[in-house]
Structure formats: structure tokens, C-alpha cells
């Protein structure tokens, strides 16, 4: 049996573009045999959820420097959360905003 973490965070805390960016990928994505949507981002794992979305921490344990499609506000939430031992970031909207770390526009 294998134990992992996950964060939460307010969705206010990516960028409105990229937050727009990967709201438009989880809308286009299709679903395989299994009713599973596939979210095709270059860099990372989504994982829709009703009110936001997961994205996995492991390209953060992979890499040293931050992916161009990937946003330096994303990259040291990631990096952050991976340092602390999380497996997944849940993106809520509906969860209050952190005074740790930086938020940007609703939309």
C-alpha cells in the first residue's frame, strides 16, 4: 500500500491565462474506453474535478527548472508541494485563497 498527500489550493492561485488555458484542455479533452477524460497538456497530469482540477506533483521531482507551458507561479506551487511530499494539487474554486501565496484576477 503506497500513502500519498495531496494539497488545496484556491484556483486563484494560477494565472487567470493559464487557469483559462487549462479549463479549455479539460472542455476539449475525450474520454477513452473507460469514460475517463484524457487532458492533454504537454507538461502535465490533470485530472478534472467538479470544482477545479488535480495536477500531479511528479514532473516537479523530474525536473530542475521550470517547462516553458508550465508558469513560474505554477512551477513553485508544484515544486512547493512536491518538497513537502504531495503527490497531487487540487485546484478548488471554492476554497478560500492562502495568504502564503500569491493570487490573480477570478476572471
Known amino acids: 500500500m503506497r500513502r500519498s498527500a495531496m494539497f488545496t489550493l484556491s484556483t486563484m492561485h494560477i494565472p487567470l491565462a493559464e487557469?483559462?488555458?487549462i479549463e479549455k484542455l479539460i472542455r476539449a479533452a475525450p474520454?477513452?474506453?473507460d469514460g475517463r477524460l484524457h487532458v492533454a497538456h504537454n507538461d502535465l497530469v490533470?485530472?478534472?474535478?467538479?470544482?477545479?482540477?488535480?495536477?500531479?506533483?511528479?514532473?516537479?521531482?523530474?525536473?530542475?527548472?521550470?517547462?516553458?507551458?508550465?508558469?513560474?507561479?505554477?512551477?513553485?506551487?508544484?515544486?512547493?508541494a512536491n518538497a513537502d511530499g504531495a503527490s497531487w494539487l487540487l485546484f478548488d474554486r471554492d476554497e478560500p485563497?492562502?495568504?502564503?501565496?500569491?493570487?490573480?484576477?477570478?476572471?
Do not use: N
Open 19 to 21: 487557469r483559462q488555458k
Open 31 to 33: 474520454r477513452d474506453d
Open 97 to 107: 485563497p492562502s495568504s502564503c501565496w500569491p493570487t490573480f484576477d477570478a476572471g
Open 46 to 80: 490533470i485530472e478534472p474535478h467538479l470544482y477545479g482540477f488535480f495536477v500531479h506533483c511528479g514532473i516537479a521531482a523530474c525536473q530542475a527548472a521550470d517547462p516553458p507551458d508550465i508558469s513560474p507561479q505554477l512551477w513553485a506551487l508544484l515544486s512547493a
